[in-house]
């Protein structure tokens, strides 16, 4: 424990009066603080503009941006008592639940206006919904998948499945993995987002459609006993700890596009670098099927408003409403190749849409569902809606990174469930409002 | 005259402790405006015997000392031969010094991403490479970091290579004052090489080498990053090799919000600390005596 913590906790557990009229920078004189991650240059570039673009649209409210590294984003919030934060912040969307549990956000009804909240596809609404409010609101949503070189694909004589129902099933796909090593350069068939770190966020959003299509979930009702350790999740783990023979460990950072590897497990924002690269040869398809349907994650980066906003709710508005309109969707998904988090955003795309690059990710997000209830029709799955989150994640992202190291599938997830399970007792499972 | 520096000791160093001491008998979450409720010694309880908590922290004890007894005795002899070889007066030395020192510059951070480059598995890691081109390829690809039985060995060869400039710039400094009499003298005795060594130079340096062996002691109880990148964005390390206390207690507090556990692990790892402290001191001031 260093000094520095030692003190900040200090002053975090001295400002534990419950207290939520804080004071940001929310003066009369209509300036706004927003916080954001720093996400890739592009990302960082587009919202940087949208915020000068706001600022010089209208007289009445300045919004002032930092940009925080991504891999310090949640935890500085995390650590930020609620009277110091921005008016407006972003979140991933696994963490919201947590921030509303910590009352550092506020509900968004009467924040931001009806036309925009109506407007949301059902991905983002979803995402943004806890306890029946709306406490997050997002630009923009995510879908994961394959993508194939088909280049290299051809030269191993396999087709390649372009809607959800057509899915490799996961022998199908172990088969084509032996295939391709053959035929790609690397002699590695796949990149699995390795170099991105299975201890972190993206061990969870990436793994967890594997085990969500084998039949098997997270959590259900707040227990991990019998759920997260389930025959279903250790099947299926087992069989992606045993990719690892074929997977390119990506140290250059561009193992796909320079044609290295034949497939890769990664999400929409890769695509203006694959279309670039690839071009024609891009092929974009659904996650291996474990036997309950092709699966994949959603919810990305969203908006909220803070305690500090409640003093100048029209401010925050007016910034919100902003940043969600279809041009400024636009604007950012030209950057990121998300979805579109607006329904009329989304019928404009010149990615997503039918026949487009990108059909295949709005498709998935038209059949969404909560880890509580998967089906097999549903295909994009939003990560568990929990206050607990960040100790789900930080558990099984440890039991991923021991896995894909060769620990024993099972004791691995008999662990992470007990080190959750102890974490929900400790606090009565998140249920005190 | 002493009213400064105790009242900044008690500011950051004593108040926070007894904080910590505080913070460990409750539930203390990060971020969370509740109340903290009372949990007594249940933090305490689960460090030394709840079966996975208390089994990570002895584990991460353990790694802390192999690290300690590893690095210590190898750096700081290292560091002498180092210091040794650049005491040269001979043109050009100054370029050898600053790029044994240049390491120390860089922050442990950065060195674990570009060790992640040298150690990364497969073909594409520098090592692995190296390895199957000297040995025709009979020598296949290993997972340095993730490898339970290298991956602790591979974080001490980086931290080593990260160190060992800096206590060799102690030990020039310190080799520079030995008087140059006293080598004259030990070659007019006929004394080898060898012998001037054993017999001008270690008792010329030996206040130094003790206190370079406790600042690496020091520093070997505190390792945290290199281990923390590596293994949280990446780099593949296995995390149950090389765990540490303070990777421990940062994990618990950043990644969990439990304030209290790390507060708890910060406690017991304290009195630890204060323990081998004693006994170091011990040891070392019978040798000074």
């Not at chain 2, 490479?129 to 025709?136: D, H, I, K, P, W």
């Amino acid at each position: 424990m260093t000094i520095g913590t030692g003190l900040s906790l200090a002053l975090i557990l001295s400002a534990c009066s419950g207290d939520s009229g804080g004071s940001g920078g929310g003066e009369a004189d209509g300036a706004i603080e927003v916080w954001a991650h720093a996400g890739q240059a592009a990302e960082s570039e587009a919202l940087q503009s949208l915020v000068d673009e706001f600022n010089s649209s209208q007289e009445d409210v300045t919004a002032e941006l930092t940009l925080i590294p991504e891999a310090d984003y949640t935890s500085t919030i995390q650590s930020t008592s609620a009277e110091d934060l921005p008016e407006v912040m972003e979140m991933d969307a696994p963490t919201m639940a947590s921030f509303v549990y910590d009352r550092k956000l506020i509900p968004l009804e009467d924040v931001v206006s009806a036309e925009t909240l109506d407007n949301r596809i059902g991905g983002v609404e979803e995402s943004g919904t806890y306890n029946d409010a709306t406490y997050a609101v997002g630009m923009f949503d995510v879908g994961l998948g394959l993508w194939g070189n088909k280049a290299l694909l051809d030269e191993a004589g396999i087709e390649a499945p372009t809607t959800a129902d057509e899915a490799w099933t996961v022998d199908e796909f172990e088969t084509h993995l032996a295939e391709l090593a053959e035929v790609s350069p690397s002699g590695k068939a796949v990149d699995l987002g390795e170099a991105n770190g299975f201890a972190a966020e993206w061990g969870t959003f990436t793994t967890t459609p594997d085990i969500w299509s084998a039949g098997g979930t997270l959590m259900l009702d707040g227990e991990a006993e019998g759920v997260l350790n389930s025959q279903q999740n250790v099947d299926a783990l087992e069989r992606w700890a045993s990719w690892k023979e074929f997977a390119d460990p990506n140290t250059s950072g561009t193992a796909f596009p320079d044609g290295e590897t034949a497939l890769t497990w990664t999400g929409n924002w890769m695509y203006p670098t694959f279309s670039e690269a690839l071009g024609e040869d891009l092929v974009l398809m659904p996650l291996p099927d474990f036997g309950q349907g092709t699966k994949a994650g959603h919810g990305s980066w969203q908006w909220g408003a803070t305690p500090a906003a409640e003093d100048n709710p029209e401010a925050a508005g007016a910034f919100l409403d902003f940043l969600l309109t279809d041009e400024s969707i636009g604007a950012m998904v030209e950057a990121n190749a998300a979805v579109p988090g607006s329904t009329s955003a989304l019928e404009q795309s010149e990615l997503y849409g039918p026949d487009k690059p990108l059909e295949l990710f709005a498709d998935n997000l038209a059949s969404a569902c909560g880890s509580e209830d998967v089906t097999e029709e549903c295909v994009a799955v939003a990560r568990p809606v929990t206050p607990g989150y960040p100790t789900v994640t930080s558990a099984f992202g440890s039991a991923l990174l021991a896995i894909w190291g060769g620990a024993d599938v099972q004791d691995e997830l008999n662990s992470a469930a007990r080190a959750i399970d102890s974490d929900f007792a400790d606090n009565d499972g998140y249920q005190n409002d | 005259m002493a009213a400064p520096a105790v009242s900044l000791l008690l500011l950051f160093v004593a108040v926070p402790f007894v904080a910590s001491i505080g913070f460990s008998l409750y539930n203390v979450r990060l971020g969370d405006p509740r109340d903290p409720s009372f949990m007594g010694l249940t933090q305490y309880v689960r460090i030394l015997t709840d079966p996975d908590v208390s089994g990570q922290f002895l584990d991460a004890l353990l790694h802390n000392l192999i690290f300690a007894a590893v690095v210590v005795p190898v750096q700081t002899a290292l560091a002498l031969a180092l210091a040794l070889l650049v005491k040269k007066n001979i043109p050009g030395i100054g370029i050898f010094r600053s790029l044994y020192f240049l390491p120390v510059v860089f922050p442990i951070a950065l060195v674990a991403i570009i060790w992640r480059l040298i150690l990364a598995r497969g073909d594409e890691g520098l090592l692995n490479s190296a390895l199957t081109f000297f040995s025709g390829g009979t020598f296949g690809s290993q997972d340095w970091l993730g490898s339970e039985l290298t991956a602790l060995a591979s974080v001490i060869v980086l931290s080593i290579w990260q160190g060992c400039g800096f206590q060799m710039v102690i030990l020039l400094a310190a080799l520079q004052q030995v008087p140059a009499e006293l080598y004259e003298a030990a070659e007019l005795d006929r004394a080898n090489g060898w012998q001037r060594f054993v017999h001008v130079t270690l008792p010329g340096v030996r206040t130094t080498l003790v206190f370079v062996a406790l600042y690496t002691t020091i520093l070997s109880l505190r390792v945290f990053d290199q281990i923390y990148v590596l293994a949280k964005s990446g780099g593949g390390l296995n995390e149950d090799a090389t765990r540490t206390v303070m990777y421990e207690a940062v994990t618990a507090a950043f990644d969990e919000n439990n304030i209290g556990r790390a507060s708890a692990i910060s406690v017991v790892f304290f009195l630890i600390v204060v323990v081998l402290s004693l006994i170091q001191r011990r040891v070392t001031t019978e040798k000074e005596g």
